[in-house]
């Protein structure tokens, strides 16, 4: 399958002022401060097929939106090569704007005091999308995001959820190949989270649109994506496929056990107890020491067993445990 994203040993450095000496007077210490290089983005390797839906994550500082801005030709790389959609963005970036879309949960592309179809208009006029296409592409992004009463109200009247999802219907009005989500869903409430997470990976799956979302919110990473890539200090730490990830990072289940005994006691290598009420008993399963089954025929030796669920842990469980084993990521190998 082609790549729609291409890095190859990429960095992004930048000089900064270094702390002076504080037992300093004030003048002497403005005049007496050095500088000193931050790296930001280390040598990172990644290739993104066309159709892929990729979470970005990582804790802040690690590098996420930098790599974002580089790819969208906002930031001049230090080393390293890239291609989106075959294209190198800094050199290429007008061609590239037709082939991507990009939207900054803190940065908005709207006129705030517009109505959003005026902006939509505008953007049409801008990407150069014939009416009639135009027309179909917004009524059929306006009724995904339930924006219908909102197009003719002021931005600057609505919601921030509402705005946001008017951000994303600007980005995906030209139909990109590429769309770029930096913490698209910061600060919304549930449901708008959920309608965005869901919208977003419906039209992705059916129109072939390749996401690359950055995100804080681990629901974000599961609704909408189905490989996971954590950097940290401006390194790749991981790069696996969601599911892949939840079952080997941490290999622990939760169970519940609805009984016909009262009380279960349960006593094995492990085994811990998250919660107990009357006939029901919450584990959390160490699989690696005892697995599920053995966990099962120790319940029932107790009593009969109306019910039972196993449970993957929380997404946050597993994104924290791979920041705790991520003190000294290693630089990414490219394949040859």
């Not at 496929?241 to 080997?248: D, I, N, T, Y």
């Not at 169970?255 to 029901?280: D, I, M, Y």
Request: proline fraction near 5%; charge should be positive.
């Amino acid at each position: 399958m082609s790549a729609a994203i291409e890095l190859r040993s990429l960095s992004k450095h930048f000089t900064v002022r270094a702390p002076a000496d504080p037992s300093a007077g004030p003048l002497r210490r403005w005049f007496a401060r050095g500088r000193r290089t931050l790296v930001a983005v280390d040598g990172i390797c990644l290739r993104i097929a066309a159709g892929e839906r990729v979470a970005f994550v990582g804790p802040n500082g690690a590098g996420k939106s930098t790599t974002i801005k580089m790819l969208a030709g906002v930031l001049l790389p230090t080393a390293g090569e890239l291609r989106v959609c075959g294209l190198q963005p800094w050199q290429q970036r007008r061609a590239l704007a037709y082939r991507i879309g990009t939207v900054f949960g803190q940065r908005s592309q709207l006129w705030q005091h517009l109505p959003p179809a005026d902006t939509f208009a505008l953007l049409g006029a801008i990407y150069g999308v014939a009416r009639a296409e135009h027309r179909r592409r917004q009524a059929l992004l306006v009724e995904a995001f339930e924006l219908g009463g909102l197009l003719q109200r002021p931005v600057r009247q609505l919601s921030l959820g509402q705005r946001m999802r008017c951000e994303i219907v600007a980005s995906l009005l030209h139909a990109p190949r590429v769309l770029f989500l930096d913490e698209p869903t910061i600060g919304l409430d549930a449901s708008a989270r959920a309608t965005i997470r869901d919208v977003v990976r419906e039209l992705a799956a059916s129109e072939g649109c390749t996401v690359l979302l950055t995100s804080h919110d681990t629901g974000d990473m599961e609704r909408v994506c189905d490989r996971v890539v954590v950097i940290h200090g401006g390194r790749i730490l991981v790069d696996e496929p969601l599911e892949q990830l939840r079952r080997g990072v941490i290999r622990r289940k939760r169970v519940t056990l609805t009984s016909a005994a009262r009380q279960l006691q349960l006593e094995l290598p492990g085994v811990s107890e998250r919660r107990r009420a009357a006939h029901v008993l919450e584990l959390e399963v160490d699989t690696s020491r005892t697995p599920i089954d053995a966990v099962v025929r120790a319940a029932m030796a107790q009593g009969h067993l109306a019910d039972l669920t196993v449970e993957d842990p929380p997404m946050d469980e597993i994104v924290a445990a791979l920041y705790e084993r991520a003190v000294t990521p290693r630089a990414t190998e490219c394949a040859s």
